[in-house]
């Protein structure tokens, strides 16, 4: 950290700043619409000094606490209505992780506006379907990302040259702000009345056609924060480390649920292994979230090592391997169970991303898992599980009949697959400008989220596929997951992706895509087909016939989304080649 | 535990019991109505096997699983409806902690009706008028307390003998309800459309008039169960043993935070600090509710001595002292910072009671705090501090001038002395059938509380007192709380009691009650009036002229109300005969 850092004169709470938005009229006093805006006003009234938000991995670091902090929300929003925002306008956001997005998730709130965080790794096309689509406003842009941005904008565009020093044309923005507002601070902004108004609109990454707008409201914002502290234990000694990309479904609302907990987040703007166990070793991260793309990509960073104290980890975005958690655990990203009294807990295979709000459900471990081995537990913890505190209903339901609206219970035997619907107050509000795709995933009444799943007897719910994930191999539904599952407890896999393969017999058949580990390249140099027979006798032990891959392709790397995800389409794209 | 109990055969649930309400028509898939009925169905759903409920220092101790008590708690709800209970019905409870006042918070919302508990000290005639003003239309009664109601009572009674055995008449009700239900299970229930519904209500002590009654909603009584148990880091792995009786104030939302947080709960049927000592030693006991008079009776309980762990108690119902809190330090009911994982705090200081969800302020420890000696830290904790996670806001304002209801903020000075007022969705919802004492509850747009306090620089309140407690002497005022603080640093106190007593030159001048530690008792016999002298010398040095007593008294009890508040109201009658 550079001791020559100091927050910009404009970023400078008055004395005795009030931290109070103006109450709107006519509200009893015993309602108070939900809003996770509240949340940073609560931290910089009870622990103004602490170190709130750290920016460390650049070449002009910062670091605010949470009164300095709350001071640049209040200044964001005020430069944001005097540029002309109005209650419910969109925000757009380009950025890395990095203070102006985490600014963003509450300084566009307090202008009761709404944040269209959009992905960095997106193609200036896409981008400016979004721009466009969106109708926002104004745009605030990360320097490194200003090529994204279409020609000819009709709207103001901030550039910010993430150095939070005077100059920067995004810390001239807050100053403006800053100057507009004549001190009259927080309350001169009036609290938003309804708590079912938008909170942000984050577009899915659109693999398969035009990205769609998921908006989500103040009140399952807040509710799905305060159930992500609660989930996680984080609280106030806790350290948040931003690998995660705060643009992907908005943080998966971590961006509110740290400030509730009143924890310090650190953020990098790149995944970095190397920062990122620079940070494990030496700046007390306690929590972090990120794709299994991701976990395997720390697990297996030359820098890993047993970690001094354990750290949670939430996964989500994707179902992690039984493989990939017991990795984790052994290096002490892992469940802790000693004496009851130091629980750190790894919230594994949450269900996630189709939401936008982030996790949905959770694995909750069981006492009598404690006697398994770590790969017979890991099985148990890569299920989805339930749904979490503040969630409602995850369900799994036979696909409606052509005609009917009527959802039914699949039977809990763990077996029969169905698409998972949810219902409850952190279930998206609807797709912005498209009621017809808003119609048809509310169909029956509750949310249709396209992934395949069986439910168990316990009441969990394990992810099979995607729908369109799924391996029609003579009739037979092989979930390319289930077959992953497996393929990757081969002792040379580092990561593997399976997808359908045309198959003049069978109809389809999986083509597995496999990244060998590092120690392993050197013993199959030149020998692929061996390794292939190899990995299907494994196979052949663990899977049915119809779900063993019938091809096995060792490749260098795998196509992903920015935040980890593998690009399927872009495997079967390869395969319909072949 | 009796090895012999077993759970009557109507507490046991059918194989794959559903543990979903009927859905009410209408609601949007991203809308549930906050309740915190939802948590035992879902704690049901999750851990089934896990202890939820043990009772067991009994002639007939049970104990319950999630899935046991779950059951249970829908067997209560049909037998509720099928004894005539409609939705908004009220139902009465007098019970000291035990499964039937346990099963009543769940149970009776089940119902959609709301649950009236009523405090077991009060008199037969306070008992018939809260009988008659609150129009229960059931009462569930524990045989103990039967002689509480009055003759020729026209509504249902069900009396437990707190057994959990066939034959007992509760249990038979609660068979009545499985058979009544057919086996609809949850999904004859419906859930509460409106989440501004009654949850509780609950009587005021009524130390002055009429009791009055306090409605809480099912959305405040979500939110605060959610609270209490993220603030006091309830989880899966803790015990909570219940000192505090849950009749006060619905528990202060605890019988439903544990649930959230699947804790395990035992309960007491009496403050026993013996029995208190043998479960903090031997049952794993994590949590505890408490007024501070009941946290001096476990600091110098004969048994009393070093936890081997940490516990955390949560402290309301009036302000501890400084010397309270240093002495639960001592013994390790404390905060704990060591390394920064296991961390267990000692939520102290909090505000509570005239909102009758418990919890409404906490105090935050500060960092700054850690090298401040234990006196003085506990100085700072015992200050009520900053609204806690889902409250709002808590001001300290000047008395409304006669004809205006704005509400003016006192100087966060530390001195102005202030009434505190509210605002938030934990704040009660009405008194019941009384507009006239809402109205004037609720003037200026806030909540009222009637508590005196002064608000520090940093945002922190801290009660200096009920209004009408400040003794007026010589035209100051002063603080009997602040007196209290003082006199109870003196080494041979044990606990004391200030009241104002008339004063022919002052006006008033504060007359101290005060009770010797028992190693005490023996150094002053027979020179209480050294004693005096000796307290009176030691309040010199703390205390303005003013505020020194007048009048010190030895007694070797104070009168307290059945939640260990002292009722000053009896002093006072004490000291005007004088």
Redesign the interface.
Known sequence: MSSAFRPTPASLPPQ?AG??LR?PNGL?????P?NPL?FIL?AA????D?LALVHPDVKYPVSYSFAVWCQRIQNLAYALIQAGIKPGDRVAVIAPNSPLIADAHHGVLAAQAVPCPINTRLKPSEVAYILEHSGSSIILVDHEYVHLLPPNLKVRVIVSNDTGRPGDPYEDFLSSGRAFSQERGWAGLEYTTDE?APATLCYTSGTTGRPKGVVT?L??SYLAA?AN??ES?I???STYLWILPMFHAAGWTFPWANV?AFATQITLRTVDYSLIWKHFLNS?V?HYCGAPTVQIGIVNDPAAKRLP?PISAIIAGAAPTASLIASLEEIGIQPIHRD?????HLSAGRLQVYLQYGPFTRN?T??SWASLSAQERSKFMARQG??F??A??ARVVYPPEDGSDTLVDVP?DGKTVGEIV????????EYFRDPEATAKA?RG???NTGDLAVWH???AVAVVDRSKDIIISGGENASSLAIEQELASHPCVLEVSVVARNHVKWGERPHAFVILRPKSIAKWKGRHEDFEKDLKAHAKGRLPGFACPEWVQVVDELPKTSTGKILKVDLRKIVAKL
């Open positions: 005795n931290l109070m109450q009893p006093a015993n309602f108070q939900l509240q609560r009234e009870v622990y103004p602490k079912n409201t009140r399952g305060v502290a609660y234990k609280h106030l000694e509730f007390a306690t104290r009851g009294r130091h629980q750190l909750f069981q006492p339930h749904p505190a503040t409602q209903d809990r949810t219902r409850g107050n952190i279930v998206m509000k509310f009444g509750s949310f007897p316990d009441g």
